[in-house]
């Protein structure tokens, strides 16, 4: 697929969210719900009556996600293109997830060039572009990027972001980035794809540039996608190309269905005087 950029035609309804977002498979219930805002509780419910049909009867028992299995088992290319133009896109928050916007709050982000592996409706990446860092969001369905572009037409910010309809593992940017941010795009990939997802990440970060993988869903069953992570599952790709976690811990921030099962990930290479 030859990559392509779009014009920009309509707002951005960024508090707009999906009825199954977060279910990108299924969750346990949390207690917190009570103490989120009225509409995040509404999709925990249904998250929460999902958990518990999916704990009883398996993987994959909750419709969209076994639609959406299926739709990737028999085209794992053109099927994310079919699951976009069918709505069939449950991992869709609908807005950034929280832990980007604290760390662009908090000024916890590298500056420069970042890109953002398949980026969907490109939430994340919009929340991170600024004066300070250009953000290039790539997804191999071209309805994903027409609909990141459609959305984002009239954001004050919009000079500091490009989508591009691209296949991350073929796609050849001319500039290198100083920070790449993955969420659910390795859980996304099949596992025989994760060596050549780290080649990538190698291939197009500065030497000094920072990968933040924010590691989900970290639970055990099989099959996919999503497909369950661990932290070994990124370490084994990682390490052989040099690459260290700075830091490891639980994304304190996840939204409530995904709390508990969400680790935030920083790694760099070594330096070069580490190895002396
Ligand atoms: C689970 S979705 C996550 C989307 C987004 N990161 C989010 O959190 O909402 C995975 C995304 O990866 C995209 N994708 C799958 N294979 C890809 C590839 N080889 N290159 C680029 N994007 C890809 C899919 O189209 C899909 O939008």
Redesign the pocket.
Known sequence: MRGRTFGFSQRFLLSQVTPLAGS?RQSRPSSRFPSRPAIAAAAGRMESSAADASRSRGPGTIPKVSKIQSVIGQD??GG??R??EEGL?P???GKP?PLIAHLVQTGDLPLGRAL??????G??VVAMAGPERHVVG????VS?IQKACEMTSALPNKEHFTFLA??????QPTELFDLIF????F???DPS?RSAWADRIGDLLKPDGELITLMYPMDEFDGG??YAVSVSDYEEVLHSLGFKAISVVDNELAIAPRKGREKVGRWKRKSPQAHM
């Open positions: 990108w794992s290319q994310w293109e699951c976009w896109t991992w869709d928050l997830t953002v592996p398949g980026c969907g409706s939430h994340d790539v997804d191999i369905s994903a691209e296949d991350f593992f073929a796609w993955d969420y659910t795009f859980c996304a990939i794809m996608p999503p």
